[in-house]
């Protein structure tokens, strides 16, 4: 499909992650918290459950956000100066990133904004991040595969001609992956990047702008992933 893509970016920034035992802690944490020094730091702590962990307790997801072209020199400098670094910036993330001995537990995952002209080609169908990945910022990249495969399946049910389906699936989906993508590009730079003007407009204004009836419904829409246009949402997929 080389020549097919519509666009083909990688984000300057990017994120390190690694996994933290979190039982021992006694630290009751059950949505993801993140903080912020304007865009250019970013320090999360994302629970995970106990589904992926060996001796069944509780795990979190740490991430730290950080320029793919400042990799080598992280890789490079003392860990322990970066452990105090994010303890310093937040000290509720210490006994998380304490976990840590070494910069191999943790993992860098670069950020893509790929769109394709069209998300088939005779019989070579994409769903997915291999037909729209996004930055990760609003949380909606899993959700929209779930919908494609659940999309597609519906159409392959549909429509005998295979290329009419394949077609009936691009139609039904494009629409919604349009907006979040959009969305996801825009919103990127205001938790990402070096811009003291886009992280100071974030925090006067994204805050206050949830406490508005409309607004707080919405950004709650576009969170649940349901939003296909600024004024229009998804009835069913
Ligand atoms: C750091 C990070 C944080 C994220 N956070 C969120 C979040 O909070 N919420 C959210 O909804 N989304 C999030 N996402 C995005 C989400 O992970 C993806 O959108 C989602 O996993 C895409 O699902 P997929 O099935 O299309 O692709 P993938 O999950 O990438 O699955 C593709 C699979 O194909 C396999 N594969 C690749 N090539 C081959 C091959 N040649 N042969 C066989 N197998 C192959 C891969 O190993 C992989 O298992 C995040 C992504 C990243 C990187």
């Known amino acids: 499909?080389?020549?097919?893509?519509?666009?083909?970016?990688?984000?300057?920034?990017g994120a390190l992650w690694g996994v933290c035992e979190t039982d021992a802690l006694d630290i009751e944490q059950s949505a993801l918290i993140q903080r912020y020094v304007d865009a250019k730091i970013m320090i999360g702590l994302l629970p995970l459950g106990s589904a992926f962990s060996a001796t069944g307790g509780k795990q979190t997801a740490f991430f730290w956000s950080l320029k793919l072209e400042e990799y080598d020199d992280w890789l490079n400098s003392p860990f322990e100066n970066w452990q105090q670094q994010v303890a310093s910036i937040w000290p509720k993330a210490k006994p998380y990133v304490d976990q840590f001995s070494n910069h191999g537990q943790?993992?860098?995952?670069?950020y893509h904004d790929t769109?394709?002209?069209?998300?088939?080609?005779?019989r070579?169908?994409?769903?997915g991040?291999?037909?729209h990945a996004t930055s990760p910022q609003l949380?909606?990249?899993?959700n929209m595969g779930l919908m494609d495969a659940r999309r597609l399946a519906k159409s392959l049910t549909r429509l005998d001609e295979l290329l009419d389906a394949l077609k009936d699936y691009e139609n039904n989906r494009k629409k919604q992956v349009r907006f979040y993508q959009m969305m996801s590009h825009y919103l990127t730079p205001f938790f990402q990047s070096d811009s003291k003007v886009l992280s100071t407009i974030r925090d006067l204004t994204f805050h206050p702008m949830s406490k508005l009836p409309f607004m707080s419904e919405l950004m709650m829409q576009t969170l649940a992933g349901v939003k296909t246009g600024p004024f229009s949402s998804l009835k069913k997929i």
Do not use: C, N, P, W
């Open 139 to 142: 949380g909606q990249g899993a």
């Open 1 to 13: 499909m080389h020549g097919d893509f519509k666009r083909d970016k990688t984000y300057e920034f």
């Open 115 to 122: 769109a394709l002209k069209t998300y088939s080609k005779g």
């Open 129 to 131: 991040d291999a037909a």
């Open 106 to 110: 943790l993992t860098l995952a670069s």
């Open 124 to 127: 070579l169908v994409f769903i």
